[in-house]
T-cell receptor, first 116, second 109 residues
C-alpha cells in the first residue's frame, strides 16, 4: 500500500460526458502528479500541483483540468469525453528534500476510465 | 522537451541476469529513476541515480552516465515474479518525472 488513495477504481461513461477523479496523497506529501496510461503505453505526464499551486503542465488537453485543495487532495476533471480518453489515470505523490523531488513517486492504484 | 528510449521487450531465463538500457534527451536533468509495473498494477519505485555510477539494492542495480545520457537497470538472479514492465524516468528541473515507454520483461523457466 503506497498510501495514495484514488477513487473511483473503475468508471464507465459515454462520449461527451464529464467525470471527476479524486486523489488523496500520502500523509505529509505536498506534491500531487497526474499521469495517463493508455493500453500498453507509457505514463504520460499531465499536471503537477505543489501545496495547492499548479507547478507544471505536461500534455494535458484543454478538456481536462485539475486542482489541489487546501487539504492537499486533488481532483482531475475530464470533460467532453472521447473514446480515446479511455485509459488508466494515475495519481502520485512525493516527498521533497529541501524542495527537490527525490525521484521517488508513490502511485495510487489508478482509476480505469472506459468511454463508450 | 524530453525523450527517452528503452527496448520494448526483453526475454530472459529464470536465474539469469538481464540489463535494460535507457537513453534520454532532456533539459534540466537532475536524475534517473526506475519503476516496475505489473500488469494492471501501479508503478512502484525501484531506484534513483542522481550521480554517475552504480547503485545496488538487493538483486537490482541501476547505473547512470550523465555524460552519455545513458542509464541501465540490472536485474540479477531473475525470478518469475520479475516479469513486469520496467520504466526509466528522468527527473527534470521542474521537479517532474517524465517516463519512457517501458520495457516488458518476460522471465521464462
Amino acid at each position: 500500500d503506497s498510501g495514495v488513495t484514488q477513487t473511483p477504481k473503475h468508471l464507465i461513461t459515454a462520449t461527451g460526458q464529464r467525470v471527476t477523479l479524486r486523489c488523496s496523497p500520502r500523509s505529509g506529501d505536498l506534491s500531487v502528479y497526474w499521469y495517463q496510461q493508455s493500453l500498453d503505453q507509457g505514463l504520460q505526464f499531465l499536471i503537477q500541483y505543489y501545496n495547492g499551486e499548479e507547478r507544471a503542465k505536461g500534455n494535458i488537453l484543454e478538456r481536462f483540468s485539475a486542482q489541489q485543495f487546501p487539504d492537499l487532495h486533488s481532483e482531475l476533471n475530464l470533460s467532453s469525453l472521447e473514446l480515446g480518453d479511455s485509459a488508466l489515470y494515475f495519481c502520485a505523490s512525493s516527498g521533497h528534500i529541501q524542495g527537490r523531488n527525490t525521484g521517488e513517486l508513490f502511485f495510487g492504484e489508478g482509476s480505469r476510465l472506459t468511454v463508450l | 522537451g524530453q525523450s527517452l528510449e528503452q527496448p520494448s521487450e526483453v526475454t530472459a531465463v529464470e536465474g539469469a541476469i538481464v540489463q535494460i538500457n535507457c537513453t534520454y534527451q532532456t533539459s534540466g536533468f537532475y536524475g534517473l529513476s526506475w519503476y516496475q509495473q505489473h500488469d494492471g498494477g501501479a508503478p512502484t519505485f525501484l531506484s534513483y541515480n542522481a550521480l554517475d555510477g552504480l547503485e545496488e539494492t538487493g538483486r537490482f542495480s541501476s547505473f547512470l552516465s550523465r555524460s552519455d545520457s545513458y542509464g541501465y537497470l540490472l536485474l540479477q538472479e531473475l525470478q518469475m515474479k520479475d516479469s513486469a514492465s520496467y520504466f526509466c524516468a528522468v527527473l527534470t528541473g521542474a521537479n517532474n518525472l517524465f517516463f519512457g515507454t517501458g520495457t516488458r520483461l518476460t522471465v521464462i523457466p
